[in-house]
């Protein structure tokens, strides 16, 4: 290792984090009791309501510029299954999970965001 230790953006064996390095991800079950099946930069999940998620940071942000994204699953059993991140704020934001226009809870969901 070269030692450069948190050098944002670089790209040579930075110790430490950057901006282009993810600040958090999730994986969980969204059954009528979430099951979280791996998870990092995060405190907890709460089930909000059916197809709603709201991830709760580990640390508070600096601001809620930040880009979480989140995707499901698919199977040949839930055509029209969207999902979709809401509500950024610096301790949280929502997933919703929608199945034909209907809120639905989420098969498995992944989770990743990036930023500040």
Same mark, same amino acid.
């Given at each position: 290792?070269?030692?450069?230790?948190? @050098?944002?953006?670089?790209?040579?064996?930075?110790?430490?984090?950057?901006?282009? +390095?993810?600040?958090?991800?999730?994986?969980?079950?969204?059954? !009528?009791?979430? @099951?979280?099946?791996?998870?990092?930069?995060?405190?907890?999940l709460?089930?909000?309501?059916?197809?709603? $998620?709201?991830?709760?940071? /580990?640390?508070?942000?600096?601001?809620?510029? $930040?880009?979480?994204? &989140?995707? +499901?699953? &698919?199977?040949? !059993?839930? @055509?029209?299954?969207?999902?979709?991140?809401?509500n950024?704020? @610096?301790? $949280?934001?929502?997933? /919703?999970? $929608? /199945?034909?226009? !209907?809120? +639905?809870?989420?098969?498995?969901c992944?989770?990743?965001?990036?930023?500040?």
């Amino acid at each position: 290792m070269s030692g450069i230790i948190g @050098t944002s953006h670089s790209r040579s064996k930075v110790i430490g984090r950057s901006q282009d +390095t993810a600040i958090a991800w999730l994986q969980f079950a969204g059954a !009528s009791a979430p @099951t979280v099946a791996d998870s990092f930069g995060f405190s907890s999940l709460t089930d909000v309501s059916t197809g709603h $998620y709201r991830p709760n940071f /580990e640390q508070t942000r600096p601001n809620n510029d $930040y880009a979480a994204i &989140a995707s +499901t699953q &698919a199977s040949a !059993s839930n @055509t029209g299954k969207s999902i979709a991140v809401a509500n950024p704020i @610096t301790t $949280y934001f929502n997933i /919703e999970s $929608y /199945e034909n226009d !209907s809120s +639905t809870d989420a098969y498995n969901c992944f989770c990743v965001v990036f930023g500040d």
